[in-house]
């Protein structure tokens, strides 16, 4: 059974004539454990399709689907919670919480479980550690680069061990040299069992991808694998980084 | 990572908004204690000297005659002269429904005498009543007994009379008991005796000239006692003498609910303060909320963390509050009625109203704030989704 389901999803803006459809009568299945990229040009309705796949964003008609479970047919406290226990976000602009420290940042999503304060602190060095930032859990996010701060927002992600990681352009702020940090990342938790949809206009990290939807004006116009030969290696960041080599 | 934890650190992040906050409910409820208690301590202080005055109803004959004064108050008619009271009838007075609330009754019985060819006025009282009646009272020597007498000290001076030295009132020999401290009052041109003594001496067997009596507290129903005594001395006029002091308290039960006024306009003014502030900080706060939707915060969750903000600063607010309300309070009795600065004391039923009140204030004011975080829509707080 497919883990992500997706039937006839469409979301409309306005009314009238000022309606925009930002997704459009979209069908799509994602299998468990699968590294899915969505590209397409600006207002082809990515963020959109994230943000309802994100269980934020009611559709306007359609299903969405995890584990069999109808997403929108739950109530909005509901929702609330099948995004904590099923879902970690990793956002473009990182979207920490300044005043808190990395390691405080991590431990958020934490915050509603049942857990003592030893125990989500020590869940969340661990997250910390996979990102490779557990030297730096008393830091702010002011005192870290963009990079770190990134991978820290992974960190926060994966704190509750979600079998779902939406990413939004997680690299659209970094240089290469995170690009590839990050990007290592993301396809070192894939290859761990996550299954991971990533948002991105960069073909570079797409590559990363094993298959990747194309959008354009509100519909999916194409999908399909990228074979690792079909990419140019001048932008691969190192062969052994490439999750479907 | 607890809600708390979170709502503490931004509280502490946001230094000046969190301070505006705090100075707000502070000014409201230290506004509020200081009115309390200022009126607090006028009440206190007007009691005290209402007590102070001793007798607060009068029962006299009834008499065309005009107003004489009596302890600089005026009477109405006192003619010593004319029909007086019977002593047998004030035993009713032990009979009307409030009597419980009577702490003395002291008949006096008044006349004139000769004394070295000096008029004199001769009253005979019930000194153990008159302990009460007249607290004010300091003795040099003793009170009178039967062939004693006690005198003002105004008279003393005139008759050139001291303690334990001899007086015909009457060509009855009697001793000087006692002179009286002076009191400011009639009574320093008056000579004391008892009154069977008063009595025999005026031929006044069995009556009274007129009778003092000292109601309990200044809650009591001095109104309706005074209806109830006159009910049982159909022939007497009885009035409250409270009815000289009622026009200062009456000054200070409308002093009392201007503050009430007052304080109720202050408190709401903190309340808008709060609530202002918190709007505003929720607005600040779009991006922050929506991550802890996105990240699974029920509605609650984010609402609970605006109450414990909220909750926080007007706890810290109402015991600040409450502490300034009460020192500028005694600080300004202290400049300005150093008597009554004593009168103005640490209330815990006042500090305890104080915080709840602020408690109160502030979470009402976070309700609404509180209610637009919850429903914000993640996905556009956080704008890149």
């Given at each position: 059974m497919s883990h992500i389901i997706v039937e006839r999803l469409s979301k409309i803006y306005?009314?009238?004539?000022?309606?925009?459809?930002?997704?459009?009568?979209m069908n799509f299945k994602i299998d468990s454990g699968e590294f899915v990229g969505v590209m397409g040009e600006s207002g082809a309705g990515k963020s959109t399709l994230l943000s309802v796949l994100g269980a934020m964003n009611t559709p306007s008609a359609g299903r969405y689907l995890v584990d069999g479970i109808d997403v929108y047919g739950l109530s909005q406290e509901k929702q609330a919670d099948f995004r904590r226990e099923f879902l970690g976000f990793v956002f473009q602009r990182f979207?920490?919480?300044?005043?808190?420290t990395v390691l405080e940042n991590v431990m958020l999503p934490l915050?509603?479980?049942?857990?003592n304060r030893r125990e989500k602190q020590a869940r969340a060095r661990a997250a910390l550690a996979v990102v490779g930032l557990?030297?730096?859990?008393?830091?702010?996010?002011?005192?870290?680069s963009g990079g770190e701060n990134e991978r820290v927002a992974v960190a926060r992600a994966i704190v509750n061990d979600p079998p779902i990681l939406l990413a939004d352009?997680?690299?659209?702020?970094?240089?290469s040299r995170n690009t590839g940090e990050v990007m290592k990342l993301l396809c070192r938790l894939n290859e761990n069992g996550a299954t991971i949809v990533m948002v991105t206009h960069s073909a570079e990290c797409s590559a990363y991808a094993g298959r990747v939807m194309t959008l354009a004006d509100g519909r999916l116009v194409s999908e399909g694998r990228r074979p690792i030969e079909a990419v140019s290696p001048s932008f691969i960041f190192g062969r052994e980084n490439v999750c479907y080599a | 990572m607890t809600r708390k934890d979170i709502a503490l650190k931004n509280l502490w992040r946001r230094k000046g908004k969190s301070f505006f906050i705090l100075a707000g409910l502070v000014i409201a409820v230290a506004t509020v204690v200081g009115l309390i208690s200022f009126v607090t301590a006028m009440t206190h202080t007007i009691n005290h000297q209402l007590e102070k005055y001793g007798a607060n109803i009068l029962i006299v004959p009834k008499t065309d005659n005009l107003a004489l004064t009596y302890g600089g108050m005026?009477?109405?008619?006192?003619?010593?002269e004319t029909r007086e009271i019977r002593?047998?009838?004030?035993?009713?007075?032990?009979?009307?429904?409030?009597?419980?609330?009577?702490a003395a009754v002291g008949p006096v019985v008044l006349g004139g005498v000769e004394i070295e060819n000096r008029h004199v006025l001769l009253a005979g009282i019930d000194f153990d009543a008159t302990r009460i009646l007249k607290p004010w009272w300091k003795v040099s020597g003793a009170l009178p007994g039967p062939d004693e007498v006690l005198l003002g000290a105004e008279t003393a001076r005139i008759l050139g009379l001291g303690i334990h030295e001899p007086v015909f009132i009457k060509d009855r020999a009697m001793s000087v008991a006692g002179v009286l401290a002076?009191?400011?009052?009639q009574d320093d041109q008056l000579i004391f005796t008892t009154m069977g003594t008063a009595q025999v001496l005026l031929d006044k067997?069995?009556?009274?000239s007129m009778v003092e009596v000292a109601a309990l507290c200044?809650?009591?129903?001095v109104e309706e006692m005074v209806a109830q005594i006159s009910e049982k001395l159909p022939d007497a006029k009885t009035m409250a003498i409270q009815q000289v002091v009622r026009g200062r308290m009456e000054t200070l039960n409308h002093f009392q609910r201007f503050s009430y006024l007052i304080s109720g306009i202050v408190v709401f003014i903190g309340g808008l303060v709060v609530l202002v502030t918190m709007m505003g900080s929720v607005r600040e706060r779009t991006e922050e909320i929506g991550i802890f939707r996105a990240i699974g915060f029920r509605k609650k969750d984010v609402m609970e963390i605006t109450f414990i903000e909220a909750a926080v600063l007007s706890a810290i607010g109402g015991v600040l509050g409450y502490l300034l309300g009460y020192g500028a309070t005694r600080l300004g009795f202290l400049l300005l009625a150093k008597k009554e600065a004593a009168m103005v004391l640490l209330n815990p039923t006042l500090a305890a109203g104080a915080l709840l009140m602020a408690m109160a204030v502030g979470l009402a004011a976070s309700a609404y704030p509180a209610f637009m975080a919850a429903r914000m829509d993640p996905s556009r707080a956080l704008r890149s989704l």
């Open positions: 306005g009314s009238g004539d000022s309606q925009v459809a930002a997704v459009s009568n979207h920490l919480i300044p005043y808190l915050t509603c479980a049942d857990m557990e030297n730096k859990w008393k830091r702010l996010p002011s005192e870290i352009e997680p690299t659209g702020n970094l240089d | 005026t009477l109405g008619g006192v003619a010593f002593e047998s009838d004030l035993a009713g007075i032990a009979t009307i429904k409030d009597a419980a609330s009577i002076p009191t400011g009052s067997p069995g009556v009274v200044n809650a009591c129903p």
